[in-house]
């Protein structure tokens, strides 16, 4: 008999086949992520968890019988019944059997669990910052340490053991540093001799060879060596997003919610894909403030609404952080559409002359209350879509419930045909 | 018995590969000594629960080719897991020399103790001596072939690219149902034999020889179109049953390797074909020699009381019964139905009733219940096994009948038969029908090839009770074997008198590429 221990064994051995499963599935899984953001906080859905998918185009086939047609059926546990008994069939089913629990259950539906990053890359999949590559990406360097040989100088951190105690046994060889095995056996050899003469000779020796070993060293500072490593430039795209949400009077705490719910997609999309893309947060009502994303995302404000003045924040800190010229500047805003008559003005001007032109892409979410399709435009909506017509990078859409709000999302970022990826 | 005590095998709860060792031994002495079991070598593995449910996903083998749907398995069986909706099972035994038990890491003492007696004994012991087993499955190489199907669909998906694979293998474990030889076919004739039949078949005909025969006028001579159809049906070996092989070695348009991933499947599903035909009395077998070799590990005062009672307690769990109205209701479970009749055979052969020498005369009081298992065991299936062996007594026991669902009788379903003298013979006719596969699955064979037309394959049917085929899984199915065949495919549902009752067609979906 043998025992073998088989827990050591490499895990994931299912991994694989898992992968084709989801490969396969990916269009339902893609929607069944989609349907659970509905239902929960983005923070929960983000930890992965349980998703339910159809069986389209995952089930097995296999030629069975189905359930019309006579049936027989042995059974056990009688109690009452005798040979001829007529039993009313349980269940609305046509084709009833006594036993009608837990049949078919199951079937139409597949729940499993999927894992935070399988989540996370069904959920982002083709997604992407349009027109990233355009600008000067190259002007500020990300440099990476990469090894390059070995050098005589640096950390100790950093020392080559290998290629030092190499070194040191060259030299010791080459300089014939006595091994301590000859010096042992001289040893015993003195212990072992019986004349005073020879003695005296082999204990000179042993002193001069003691002697030799103390003036080479087995170690010298000139065998150390160190390994060198050298930055290498990473050229990477340098890109800030502005995210502005209006938080004023005439948000209600509706529109609120789906604004936060955009910002958020908008903030996993952005941390997970791309590392190095700065996020500025400004919120206003008849001021703006340039806020952290906490405050942004949790605390509360209300007042007027003057949407000049975070376009005119935006300049700010465009002008103080951002320049146009080494920068990929991105902004999406939300808001419901209201905008004071006086400032329209100053809005357009803004945008036209200062915002747009330093803009990679500039996304408008307009949010309204769930259930009530505006007929008229807002004032907003009109000024932008006007600005598109002129050609601006622009993209507006409207969304007024929450399962909209991924698929909007999904528009505003799919990656579009026709541009080569850009480097995160 | 005499009960010489023994040590105890271990204490408490917890285990040591030495222990194992020890328990190994202690059930192998009571197996092959007292029980007089004929088992392959045993390998005994322990395993993680991740790696018991890697071996639940891929139909328990150790090593198998990669594919979608085993990662679909896995997904679901481990969202059940997690939930804490299901167990797992203790154990996975494969029908192979070595055969390999896989333990869980989690098992108790006791729960490793039943698990090598019911795995390492039981299900071995009926592995190596059942008919089925020994004619359909090869112990011996059944890794090694493995292996090579992982390793030739891993460089198929290398060269042709994993789609291609992928589409072939979906195709192929559609149609695993229908990919079985259910008979052994007849060996073929070596040629000395094939002479000497020939020889001697002329000499009849010599010696027989009438010339009056020739004025004798022969009937309506065949149509040359009805012989030409003969001839093709013989040339296809048609009609054929075994839908994998007749594609394998007929579809017109397949690719070698193509071929060959049919022939893997096909082989897989042979080799699991006895499984399904023997789960009453394979997982029978099991219980009873867990059972035997438990109570006398106690009996010999190697369990202590403690380590029984628990072992009492899965027993029970793994033989309830639960009634048909019952709510959680499965139908037969096959360790109960296996567990009562080897138990009731054992009755049978050593305390016989009046009954009993009626209905069992050739066993009814020799013994020997051992020897009678054993022979059992090794020439019956589940089919079998219940239309002979079923007792009276046990089917008072389980309290069986017979319902029968017409729906053609809008009242309700009727019982046919209950636990009477009346009942006895048409209950247990019904319970083994229930278990014979070639009447379970439905029957459906390749008819015909229309070769010098558009080459349309026409499959059958046979409806049996007005079961037709569901309709959904059987359209899937159909175009898998479609795009396998390469040309339209036709399939008929027939009932015994010939009406068709329902058809289905289905065209490849790919044009078929020019050869």
Redesign the interface.
Known sequence: ???????L?P?G??L??????????KGVVQQAVKQSLQSRNIRDVLDGG?VSIPMDG??????????????????????T?????????SGGG??????K??EGAGEDA????LTREEFLNVFLDDLELPDLAKRRLTETEHESPVRAGYSVSGSPANIAVNRTTRLAMMRRMALRRPSPETIARLQAEIAACEEDGLRLVLEDKVKALEAKVRRIPYIDPVDVRYRRYENEPKPVAQAVMFCLMDVSGSMTEHMKDLAKRFYMLLYIFLAQRYRHVELVFIRHTDRAEEVDEDTFFHSPATGGTLVSSALEAMRSVIAKRYSPEDWNIYAAQASDGDNSYSDEAATERLLKDAILPASQYFAYLEVGESGRESVSHSALWRLYERLRAEGAPLSIRKVSHRSEIFPVFRELFQRRQGHEKATS | MTTAAMEPLFEGADWS?FT??RI??AC?EIALSELGLDVY????????A??M??AY??TGMPLFY???????H???H??FY?KGLRDLAYEIVINSS?CVS?LM?ENTATMQTLVIAHAAFGHNHFFKNNYLFKTWTDAEGILDYLEFAKGYIARCEERHG?IAV?RTL?AA??????GVHRYPGKSKLDLRLEERRERDRRAHEEQIFNDLWRTVPAGPSKSAQDLGAERRRTVLGLPQDNLLYFLEKSAPRLQAWQREILRIVRHVAQYFHPQRQTKVMNEGTATYVHYRIMTRLHEKQALSDGNFLEFLTSHSNVVF????????????NPYALGFAMMQDLERIVTAPEVEDREWFPDIAGTGDAMAVLRDIWANYRDESFISQFLSPRLMRQ??????????A?T??????????E??YRR?RR??A??YDISWT??N?EVVDVDLAGDRRLLLR?S????????????T??LQ?IADLWSYDVRLQEVDPTGTVLREHVASPRVLPRAA
């Open positions: 008999m043998n025992i073998v221990d088989r827990r064994n895990r051995k299912a694989e086949n898992r992968q084709r499963f989801l490969r396969r599935a349980e995952m089930e097995e086939p296999s030629l069975r019988r189905g359930s019309g047609g006579t049936h027989d059926r042995v059974l056990p546990g009688n109690k019944f005798i040979e001829g008994d007529v039993l009313p069939r046509g084709s009833g059997r006594p036993d629990a837990g597949f729940r499993f669990v | 590969f194992l060792q190994h031994d192998e070598p045993n390998q005994i593995e322990v395993i993680t991740e790696q449910l890697d996903s891929s990669k594919h979608w749907s085993f990662g679909k896995f997904a679901h481990e969202a997690r070595p896989y890491e994993q992928e979906d474990h559609a149609l695993m149902s229908h019964q639960p009634p048909y109205d019952h709510p959680r209701f499965p139908g037969f389980m309290r069986m009948f017979h319902v029968c669902d017409d729906p009788r009242e309700g379903v009727v019982v046919e038969a209950i636990h009477d009346a009942g209950i019904q319970l029908r229930e699955d439905p459906i049917h409806v049996v009770n007005g079961c037709l085929l569901q309709d959904t899984a059987a899937h199915v898998h």
